[in-house]
T-cell receptor, first 115, second 114 residues
Framework: DTEVTQTPKHLVMGMTNKKSLKCEQHMGHRAMYWYKQKAKKPPELMFVYSYEKLSINESVPSRFSPECPNSSLLNLHLHALQPEDSALYLC??????????????FGPGTRLTVL | TQLLEQSPQFLSIQEGENLTVYCNSSSVFSSLQWYRQEPGEGPVLLVTVVTGGEVKKLKRLTFQFGDARKDSSLHITAAQPGDTGLYLCAGGNAGGTSYGKLTFGQGTILTVHP
């Protein structure tokens, strides 16, 4: 199974709402990532988990809160977002970076709209 | 900070034409990945190159990693409308503060007209 799944596919939320994005992989990967992508731009790294521990936070605002409950699951909790946070949110996974051949496998993304 | 300059940014061609996309950097990468992304979907990994001078072929797509591992190219022969999408190159790093990160190029939006 070489698939990363993400739910929901689409999400519309108000600035006062709390919602969560979910990601799951069954490839045995021990590194998982959250990216934010604006239209026609490359993905921007937000967070990296390695062995279920947060290893990289790219200075992301605290209204985004990641969680890695186990080696297969990754969540992104959202609270008090701004309209400029509207974007495609991508989850990815990879083997832990042993040789630098950092092949990341992406999910289909969650299209988030903040009203 | 490592940078990958990808060119061209936009490419609009007719079916059957050939094209080449370039990614260049002043930094050495331990690996180089190429992804293709369709609108509203996540990037799909096409290939990974890790050895300087390496050439890989995937049907009509040919990928090359520069000898010094600072640049890469993607060549598509006889493009088809199904090749339309955003192509992304991404450099991988083996250590230091960039450990585990990918450095993305700015992307090439390819449109192949029937």
């Amino acid at each position: 199974d070489t698939e990363v799944t993400q739910t929901p596919k689409h999400l519309v939320m108000g600035m006062t709402n709390k919602k969560s994005l979910k990601c799951e992989q069954h490839m045995g990967h021990r590194a998982m990532y959250w990216y934010k992508q604006k239209a026609k731009k490359p993905p921007e790294l937000m967070f990296v988990y390695s062995y279920e521990k947060l290893s990289i936070n790219e200075s992301v605002p605290s209204r985004f809160s990641p969680e890695c409950p186990n080696s297969s699951l990754l969540n992104l909790h959202l609270h008090a977002l701004q309209p400029e946070d509207s974007a495609l949110y991508l989850c990815a996974s990879s083997q832990v970076f042993l040789t630098g051949a950092n092949e990341q496998f992406f999910g289909p993304g969650t299209r988030l709209t903040v009203l | 900070t490592q940078l990958l300059e990808q060119s061209p940014q936009f490419l609009s061609i007719q079916e059957g034409e050939n094209l080449t996309v370039y990614c260049n950097s002043s930094s050495v990468f331990s690996s180089l990945q190429w992804y293709r992304q369709e609108p509203g979907e996540g990037p799909v990994l096409l290939v990974t190159v890790v050895t300087g001078g390496e050439v890989k072929k995937l049907k009509r797509l040919t990928f090359q990693f520069g000898d010094a591992r600072k640049d890469s190219s993607l060549h598509i022969t006889a493009a088809q409308p199904g090749d339309t999408g955003l192509y992304l190159c991404a450099g991988g790093n083996a250590g230091g503060t960039s450990y585990g990160k990918l450095t993305f190029g700015q992307g090439t939006i390819l449109t192949v007209h029937p």
